[in-house]
């Protein structure tokens, strides 16, 4: 009964905030607002039913999935990362360097430290 009552509420809180990120998808206007409804409905609610599923087959079951397991850690590795690169894209093809505040970096925003170094071509 606890183990039935635990995959349960993994699974509405997953279905809640799967609702949640769809509306944030729907009524959030700018492409910065909206990045963050996906990004978190996508972990926490996929994440959610993989990890009742996972509880399912390992206490119900009697059995290990492998799959589910790699599944859930593909996806809160890769999720957060995306978004990183969705929002640095729109940066760089949205906002000029006068619409940011100042960095600390003597590059600016910019994704390294210090710019990579020109390797000059063989025949120079």
Known sequence: ???EILISAFLV???????????GMIKLQETMQRLHAP???TTLGVGGVLIASMLYFGLVKGEFS??????????????PISANFIAKT??????????????QSEYGWSVY???PKR????GE
């Open 13 to 23: 809180i997953a279905g809640i905030f799967g609702i949640v990120g769809s509306l």
């Open 113 to 115: 430290v210090d710019p």
């Open 66 to 79: 492998f799959h589910e397991l790699m599944i859930t850690l593909f996806l809160f590795i890769t999720a």
């Open 39 to 41: 990004t978190k409905a």
């Open 1 to 3: 009964m606890i183990v």
């Open 119 to 122: 390797e000059a071509p063989e």
């Open 90 to 103: 729109f940066m760089q093809a949205n906002m000029r360097a006068k619409d940011l505040p100042p960095s």
